[in-house]
């Protein structure tokens, strides 16, 4: 007689997508990167400094291995969550490894949001992202849901509170904003936040945010365009008026 006993597993695989921000480095100096990182956290929301964090290096081909050991030791200091390197040609599983960090491969760009330190004088404006890009979102976009955009970003319905909207290009939300909406991701700061309804958690441009609590109290619950001007988030009604 064949007695069956149930074997219990110990593990379980979980079909649940966790969001990470990328810190996209374009320079390794570690001077640099402890003040403005610094700087960044001291101003930062909550759900940013519980972020885990994928480390995404702008000139891979011209790092060396002492430059990222310091870079990625600097950033531990100041307790970024850090888990994983974008993965390159120059930089794979073994120099992840070497630095203590998984390996990630960011080539679709769709899983995550870039947060980038401040840019330097001198830098050009990326160009604006092209319009074959444009997604169009006509479902209301609900808390924990999160939409990328290679492109510009059209919503048409309403952006709860804890759901996130990410684009390469601009957003538009033709309805009330209460969530986060992260315009310019890859580092384009022509980018522009337009909204008929502002109320919202965070709102970032090429790695420059505001979050609720430093929303000018004139444009909370008005239409309103956001756009970038150096270092400074600049508000005006959608009928351009500062």
Sequence with gaps: MTVS???KASFEFKGRMLMATVLYLKDLDSRSLHQQISQRLEDAAQWLLDAPVVVDVAHPEEASQVELLTAV???????????????HPELDDQVAAMLGLGSINLANGRDVARSEPPARAGNSKAAPAAAEDTLVVEQ????????YARGDLIVLAPVSTGAELL?????HIYNTLRGRALAGVRGNEAARIFCQDLDAELVSIAGHYRVAEDLPDA??????????DGDAMCFADLMGKS
């Design 73 to 87: 030791d600097t950033l531990r200091g100041l307790g970024v969550n850090l888990v994983a390197l974008a993965r």
């Design 140 to 147: 209301p976009v609900r808390s924990g849901q999160q939409v």
């Design 167 to 171: 684009a390469e290009g601009n957003i």
């Design 5 to 7: 006993i149930e074997e």
């Design 219 to 228: 444009y909370r619950r008005k239409p309103v365009q956001m756009s970038l």
